[in-house]
């Protein structure tokens, strides 16, 4: 009952409240637990983060300020606190069959269902790997970051340009690469630019949308998306997009449906899994197995 959180919610708030909800307690803990003493870094940029988080664990590694980095994130966007703070107006009404309700590009989608969740990848110089004896699972050869303003004309635009930047530095053509993760929110505005987008540089490239399986779940969608790639890259499966049943003509993509998509067998394989925040900010990563 929102009416009375000031009056009597307020009371009831622990001592220490504020340490569970400083962002940067995870990687404090983190390097605490493993004895991390390189740069420690939080970046707070809402669905975005975690990717900006891989984003900047390579350039550490490329400038020499460590040879092994932890990146990844957490979320749990459904506390009461970003609730009362964003209110209920991108989520989905369909509470009469919620496993049904999260539907990326789906003509018949209405909103996000949000979700908790945390995911972490361990970056290293491929020679450091080497020399431990790790199992080198893929490589990201290329990253790319911007900012568009949401919720205008030009936000597609903006999402295609970090798409045809991440071409550019892989020096590929869109045709080599093997598919698309999508951020797919199941927002009706949102998923139509996004998927303007991704048809504008890509045509009718293989398209998955991670969310459809587990919601939004914040600062984690990014890195938790891109571990879905490299395992599906991984095991030659991609994994089909849940509840897309209706497409949408403001959603010309070639959505992952039905069931998983076979990929080839031989060779490198290389994907792009882009992410933004609803707030403008924008990750294009390249990955690469082998």
Known sequence: NHDQWGKHSMREIEPLWMLKYL???VASHLSIAYDARGPSNTICQ???SSSLAV???IRLIRRGAADVVLAGG???????TKSLYVGDRELSHQIATPEHACRPFDKRRDGMVVGEGAGCIILERKAFAEARGAPILAEIPAVYCCFTPPDTACFSGGLAHAMNATLDRLHLAPHQISHLSASGYSTIRDDAAEARAIHEVFDNIPVIAPKSNFGNVGPAAGVIELIASILAMAHRKLPHVMNYEVPD???PVNVVRDQPASLS???PLFAISSCHAQTGQIVSTAISVQ
């Open 55 to 57: 984003a900047e664990a």
């Open 74 to 80: 957490t979320g749990s966007p459904g506390s009461l």
């Open 249 to 251: 003509v403001d959603c």
């Open 265 to 267: 067998l031989q060779g």
């Open 23 to 25: 962002p940067n307690m």
């Open 46 to 48: 809402s669905e975005a």
